[in-house]
T-cell receptor
Framework: KQEVTQIPAALSVPEGENLVLNCSFT??????LQWFRQDPGKGLTSLLL?????REQTSGRLNASLDKSSGRSTLYIAASQPGDSATYLC?????????????FGTGTKLQVIP | DADVTQTPRNRITKTGKRIMLECSQT?????MYWYRQDPGLGLRLIYY???????NKGEISDGYSVSRQAQAKFSLSLESAIPNQTALYFC??????????????FGPGTRLTVL
């Protein structure tokens, strides 16, 4: 059974700092890995999707990397801003009886202090 | 992104009542999902549907039922609500038939409280 872990559970940084969020998964037979952002009481917004054949994916100040062999992905946020404050989740689909079952991590709650 | 809408956005109900949560999407995605989110437990899959005639149980389907009325509509019902079904419920879609990917697009969520 796939297990997805995100450490730390919470992170507080001053504005302008570069930061890294971590996502670990136990089964490396994945199709892709998706990073989401969730604002309090709201839905999940897709940030980046990395295919299993890719090593990195970039969108603006965000860069996600994937190392399947070690079961890790990182989300790098450059020059953090207070508007980046949110919970960040990673999600990993795996093949389960012909269906790509998606397992979510429990997230890292980020606070960027002005 | 898929335009995924959920109604109602908030609902308070009493134990034993029947509740329906509705989800609609406008992008023509073939797959639709219902998740619940509880603090400390992450998102857990309740039901998923590959198309109108293909509905499957997820990991926590007990106490829930679903209906895929059309490709764009996927409803979740709680036949007899109980307090431990208090949670944030999300509908999601993916465009698997076109992209071969299960990239998920989420609705805004329904906050359900069962008293």
């Amino acid at each position: 059974k796939q297990e997805v872990t995100q450490i730390p559970a919470a992170l507080s940084v001053p504005e302008g700092e570069n930061l890294v969020l971590n996502c670990s998964f136990t089964d490396s037979a994945i199709y892709n890995l998706q990073w989401f952002r969730q604002d309090p009481g709201k839905g999940l917004t897709s940030l980046l999707l990395i295919q299993s054949s890719q090593r990195e994916q970039t969108s603006g100040r965000l860069n996600a990397s994937l190392d399947k062999s070690s079961g890790r992905s990182t989300l790098y946020i450059a020059a953090s801003q207070p508007g980046d404050s949110a919970t960040y989740l990673c999600a990993v689909p795996e093949n389960s009886g012909g269906y790509q079952k998606v397992t979510f991590g429990t997230g890292t709650k980020l606070q960027v202090i002005p | 992104d898929a335009d995924v809408t959920q109604t109602p956005r908030n609902r308070i109900t009493k134990t034993g009542k029947r509740i329906m949560l509705e989800c609609s999407q406008t992008k023509g995605h073939d797959r639709m999902y219902w998740y619940r989110q509880d603090p400390g437990l992450g998102l857990r899959l309740i039901y998923y549907s590959f198309d109108v005639k293909d509905i499957n149980k997820g990991e926590i389907s007990d106490g829930y039922s679903v209906s895929r009325q059309a490709q764009a509509k996927f409803s979740l019902s709680l036949e007899s609500a109980i307090p431990n079904q208090t949670a944030l419920y999300f509908c999601a879609t993916s465009d698997f038939i076109s992209t071969g990917s299960n990239e998920q697009f989420f609705g805004p969520g329904t906050r359900l409280t069962v008293l």
